[in-house]
């Protein structure tokens, strides 16, 4: 309950005023951490993992992300790849921030419902790092389709009214 109030009293002290895009971000971020530190022994539970043996599991991922020691074998584009995930994600986020900043939670929340087909596709390309690419069943293909024609309509009579505006 007292949860509820917590937008209203935000909304009180910034009395209608704009947030920082990175502030929202780096909230976000650390409730994410905090959550999963706060979730960590039933997540480590329905991993299978025992609860006691998470610090080695630390302590090797460490290893593995500063690509260090003998655990160094399979943490190839260690630490480079980790922070380059972290800057695309932390842009990507930003993104769809402004996005919504700037237009509706509606046209935010479509972008990103377009950019989950897009980054499945993305991943079957032989990049690398990443293995051997693989095809995608045709069930994926004609989803993403219908999909991209759903968002072509909807936003069509928005486009044809702009250029009627103009």
């Known amino acids: 309950m007292i949860l509820s109030f917590l937008f209203q009293a935000g909304d009180t002290i910034l009395k209608g ?3 920082d895009l990175f502030v929202i971000n780096s909230f976000g971020s650390g409730f994410q951490a905090l959550f999963i530190l706060l979730l960590l022994p039933f997540l480590s539970r329905l991993w299978g993992v025992p609860f006691y043996q998470l610090p080695s599991y630390f302590k090797d991922g460490a290893a593995c ?3 260090v020691g003998s655990l160094a ?6 630490p480079l790849l980790p922070l380059l995930f972290i800057l695309i994600n932390m842009g ?3 993104s769809l921030l402004h996005l919504l900043k700037i237009s509706s939670a509606l046209v935010s929340s479509l972008a ?3 950019s989950v ?3 499945i ?3 079957t390309l032989p990049l690398p790092y990443l293995g051997v690419d693989c095809t995608l069943p045709p069930g994926f293909l004609v989803g993403a389709a219908v999909l991209v024609i759903g968002l072509f309509v909807y936003n069509l009579p928005h486009a044809v009214e702009a250029t009627k505006v103009q």
């Not at 074998?73 to 260690?78: D, H, L, V």
């Open 17 to 19: 005023g704009s947030v």
């Open 65 to 67: 992300f500063v690509n």
């Open 73 to 78: 074998k399979g943490c190839e584009g260690a």
């Open 92 to 94: 990507f986020n930003i």
């Open 112 to 114: 990103a419902t377009f």
């Open 117 to 119: 087909p897009l980054s």
């Open 121 to 123: 596709y993305m991943f």
